[in-house]
């Protein structure tokens, strides 16, 4: 079935670091791709989209691009800020039904 | 926002009690979904509708059951409840299933 695999956290980083949180799938067909960040005590929001390969998402500065020969979708941000600290979700989503990794915690230090 | 509601949003039963939690949405959206997030599990999907009367099962499912009878509302419900069903439960609601998914508070459910 189809399946998304983040890096394991947490990752801790110096602000204005380089940030990637590495992301691959498994799926039947060609998944539109997600990330997805939740702050503490609140639910997810999406971060960014792609919907077909070679697709770029960003938004707020974090970039990630649909690569269908590798399955990945690795999400990278060029200078990180201590409010980026938050929980990061990859998913995919085929035929209605929407999945997601385990997550990765990050956390930047001032 | 998105208008999700979920309730109640938090809640403490007993082992072995039927439990029903609501997610409520005023945007019209087809497609509504339960999660599970659990420590080191990320988010599991429980169950999701694609509209009403239209439910299938997500990857954890065993234990739970949903109902939908308007476009409006989806029902999550814990038939007779165990201690690994100790979690925080999240609604998220979609137009079309490809798009953004819009997530409601959560849910946190302790079973004692």
């Known amino acids: 079935g189809n399946s998304v695999t983040q890096m394991e956290g947490p990752v801790t980083l110096s602000e204005e670091a380089f940030l990637t949180i590495n992301c691959t799938y498994t799926?039947?067909?060609?998944?539109?791709l997600f990330w997805y960040v939740q702050y503490p005590g609140e639910g997810l929001q999406l971060l960014l989209k792609?919907?077909?390969?070679?697709d770029k998402g960003s938004n707020k500065g974090f970039e990630a691009t649909y690569r269908k020969e590798t399955t990945s979708f690795h999400l990278e941000k060029g200078s990180v800020q201590v409010s980026d600290s938050a929980v990061y979700f990859c998913?995919?989503?085929?035929?209605?039904?929407?999945?997601f990794g385990q997550g990765t915690e990050l956390s930047v230090k001032p | 926002d998105a208008g999700i509601t979920q309730s109640p949003r938090h809640k403490v039963t007993e082992t072995g009690t039927p439990v029903t939690l609501r997610c409520h949405q005023t945007?019209?959206?087809?497609?509504m979904y339960w999660y599970r997030q659990d420590p080191g599990h990320g988010l599991r999907l429980i169950h999701y509708?694609?509209?009403?009367?239209?439910?299938d099962k997500g990857e954890v499912s065993d234990g739970y059951s949903v109902s939908r009878s308007k476009t409006e509302d989806f029902l999550l419900t814990l038939e007779s409840a165990t201690s690994s069903q100790t979690s925080v439960y999240f609604c998220?609601?979609?137009?079309?299933?490809?798009?953004?998914?819009?997530f409601g508070q959560g849910t946190r459910l302790t079973v004692v």
């Open positions: 799926a039947t067909g060609y998944p539109s």
């Open positions: 945007e019209n959206h087809r497609y």
């Open positions: 998913a995919l989503s085929w035929g209605g039904k929407l999945i």
């Open positions: 998220a609601i979609s137009d079309t299933g490809n798009t953004e998914a819009f």
């Open positions: 792609a919907t077909k390969a070679d």
């Open positions: 509708s694609y509209g009403v009367k239209d439910t």
